[in-house]
Each structure stands twice: as C-alpha cells, then as structure tokens.
C-alpha cells in the first residue's frame, strides 16, 4: 500500500514536498517513482528512484525536482523546488516490481499559482 501526502496551493517559484509511505519492504524491493497527471493529460513520469540509489527525472523536471527514498522508513519523497504553473497537476506515488509489476497510490493534488 501506497500512501501520498504534501500536496496543496504554491505560487510559483515555491516550494513542495510530496511524501509516499509504503507499507512492508516496498521501497528496497521495488523501483520507486513519482508521476503526474495533468487535467486533460496523460499520466506521466516525473521521477524514479531504483534501490540502490539510482535517479532519473523526466527534464522538464531536472535540477528542480529531487527524489530520495529512506529504506528504514519506507518512505519515497519528491522534494520540488522552483515551481511553476505547468506543473498543477495531480501526483501519483509508484512502486514497479520486475515480476509484480506496479503499484500505485492515491494522487495528491498540486497546485501552482502564477
């Protein structure tokens, strides 16, 4: 089970952290990410974190957006700075496993104000 909290109402140029809390051993075993869907959009990937580590973003997000998980915590978190309206939309928590495939949590909404 997935568990997204952090969203709410920025003006542009601000700050938000989204959080994701996994429930058993989810985030070592799995490749963890966050994606979004925009109002008449198609869902799509803002940021993976695999287990040991290794990051990916998506560029519209690069050098603003930071994704870290806590193994011990089980917990993933989008640390996203320098906001701006073209990215409202709502937040999605992932975790893909090889064989199981991928799990999603509730979204959260962001909103960025101009």
């Known amino acids: 089970q997935l568990q997204a909290s952090g969203g709410g109402l920025v003006q542009a140029g601000g700050s938000l952290r989204l959080s994701c809390a996994a429930s058993?051993?989810?985030?070592?075993?799995?490749?963890m990410g966050w994606y979004r869907q925009a109002p008449g959009k198609q869902r799509e990937l803002v940021a993976l974190?695999?287990?040991?580590?290794?990051?990916h973003y998506t560029d519209s997000v690069k050098g603003r957006f930071t994704i870290s998980s806590d193994h011990t915590q089980n917990t993933v978190t989008l640390q996203m700075n320098s906001l701006k309206p073209e990215d409202t939309a709502v937040y999605y928590c992932?975790?893909?496993?090889?064989?199981?495939?991928?799990?999603w949590g509730q979204g959260t909404l962001v909103t960025v104000s101009s």
């Open positions: 058993g051993r989810i985030v070592s075993n799995n490749v």
């Open positions: 992932s975790a893909t496993h090889r064989i199981s495939g991928t799990r």
């Open positions: 974190i695999a287990s040991d580590g290794s990051t």
